[in-house]
């Protein structure tokens, strides 16, 4: 079994929560390293050592906004960029910058929202 065999089957049942959300056409191995992004984010927000389940919502939201961005972040490197403004006379454009944008921590302000405070650490 490979690193993402092992990725799948450990986070199987997120995987079809995630998948029910989006529905984008993408591989359980890419769900299942999003998810695995973001549980380790979680994680090191916190300070928890082992995972919350009362928190599955921030972690699939989480997971979701991973997949979002780099389903953008492709979309805007293949030309799919959205124009916000266009002025004829010096031929300029402005596009929208349509990317989700993540703290030092790789969380979404929604999910910081979602979790508790994270634990202090005494050094």
Request: net charge negative; glycine share 4%; proline share 2%.
């Amino acid at each position: 079994m490979s690193f993402l065999d092992d990725l799948v089957t450990k986070y199987s049942e997120y995987i079809i929560a995630v998948r029910i959300i989006i529905s984008l056409d993408i591989s359980d191995e890419i769900i299942a390293m999003a998810i695995d992004k973001a549980y380790m984010s979680i994680l090191k927000y916190t300070g928890w050592v082992e995972y919350d389940v009362n928190y599955t919502s921030a972690l699939i939201s989480l997971s979701i906004a991973y997949i979002n961005k780099d389903n953008v972040n492709y979309s805007v490197t293949n030309s799919d960029r959205v124009v916000k403004s266009i002025t004829q006379g010096s031929r300029a454009e402005t596009y929208e910058n349509n990317t989700i944008t993540f703290n030092s921590n790789g969380l979404t302000d929604d999910v910081i929202g979602m979790l508790p405070y994270p634990k202090l650490k005494v050094l």
